[in-house]
Structure formats: C-alpha cells, structure tokens
C-alpha cells in the first residue's frame, strides 16, 4: 500500500507562483513514475506532468516552461512548482504514484489551486 499526501495549494494572483509538495509513505520502495494531474470544475481530469524514478519528465503543453516537475526519492517526495500561474490553472490538483511491477497506482486527496485574475 502506498499513501500519498499533497500540500502547498492555495489562492494566488495571475503571474504569481506556488510550489506543490506530495509526501508518500508505506511501500514507497514499490513507486515507480509519478505524476502531477488536474482537474477544473466540470471538466475531466487532465495529465499535468509526470517523473519517473529517474527523473525523466513528460509535461502537457499548456504549461511548459511555466511548471516544473522534480522528485526526491530520499524524502519519497514529488514536486511541481508552478511560475507565471493563471487563472485557466485553477483546478484541485492530484498526485499520482504507480507501482514499478504492478499494474496499480494510488492517488492522493487533492490539493486545491485558485489563480485569480
């Protein structure tokens, strides 16, 4: 079993940035890529970025070059800083972690992001 905790949401205005932290705990040593996902009221959840154990990193084209993905496997931590937000940003934002061997992955509460203009 793998936890995962996401913090560091809140209400920011256009232009400004906030950093999203999301802790794992439990089997940790299972995790393999994980990921940041979204999702804006009424609309479907969406693919942010994603890492994998080795730090490669995948992003959705709208927010490249504003987010940046990173992960410490030490802490069992994942990151996503967002620079230059805007308000088309505003979702609750998941972490996701899917097992290196398994097909399964779990995913956290989510943490709400709100970019006012």
């Known amino acids: 079993q793998v936890q995962l905790v996401e913090s560091g949401g809140g209400l920011v205005q256009a232009g400004g940035s906030l950093r999203l932290s999301c802790a794992a705990s439990g089997s940790t040593f299972s995790i393999g890529a994980m990921g940041w996902y979204r999702q804006a009221p009424g609309k479907q959840r969406e693919l942010v970025a994603t890492i994998t154990r080795t730090f490669t990193s995948t992003y959705a084209d709208s927010v490249k070059g504003r987010f940046t993905i990173s992960r410490d496997n030490a802490k069992n931590t994942m990151y996503l800083q967002m620079n230059s937000l805007k308000p088309e940003d505003t979702a609750v934002y998941y972490c996701?972690?899917?097992?290196?061997?398994?097909?399964?992955?779990?995913w956290g509460q989510g943490t709400q992001v709100t970019v006012s203009s």
């Open positions: 996701n972690a899917a097992l290196q061997f398994r097909a399964r992955d779990y």
